[in-house]
C-alpha cells in the first residue's frame, strides 16, 4: 500500500498511509482538534501545525500520483484517525 508523507509548520511529520482503497489512516500529530456534526459524525481534524482534513478534502495531493482520494468521512477508534476515501 503507498504513503504519503507531509511536514507540518512545526516540523511534525504527518504521514497518510493506505489501508486499502477506500480507508487511509493518518499517522502523526499528537495534538489536535476535531469537529463533530449535528448527527456526532466527524467534520474535521486539524494537527497543531497542521494540515488541516475535513470530509470532502482532496488527499491526492500528498500522494502525487493523479489518483483522486476525496475524504468521504472520518472516524476515530482506538487511537487511529481513519479517513474514508
Keep these: 500500500m503507498k504513503q504519503?508523507?507531509?511536514?507540518n509548520r512545526y516540523?511534525?511529520?504527518?504521514?497518510?498511509k493506505e489501508i486499502n482503497e477506500n480507508q487511509i489512516e493518518m499517522v502523526?500529530?499528537?495534538y489536535y482538534r476535531i469537529a463533530y456534526n449535528?448527527?456526532?459524525t466527524i467534520n474535521f481534524i486539524d494537527p497543531a501545525g497542521g494540515?488541516?482534513?475535513q470530509v470532502?478534502?482532496?488527499l491526492g495531493r500528498y500522494?502525487?500520483?493523479d489518483q483522486s482520494r476525496i475524504i468521504?468521512?472520518?472516524v476515530i477508534e482506538d487511537g487511529k484517525k481513519i479517513l474514508s476515501i
Excluded: C, L, R, V
Aim: proline share 4%; hydrophobic share 30%; no cysteine.
Design 63 to 65: 500522494f502525487n500520483d
Design 51 to 53: 494540515p488541516f482534513i
Design 56 to 58: 470532502g478534502t482532496e
Design 72 to 74: 468521504k468521512s472520518i
Design 28 to 30: 502523526g500529530g499528537e
Design 38 to 40: 449535528q448527527d456526532e
Design 11 to 16: 516540523g511534525d511529520e504527518i504521514i497518510f
Design 4 to 7: 504519503a508523507k507531509y511536514h
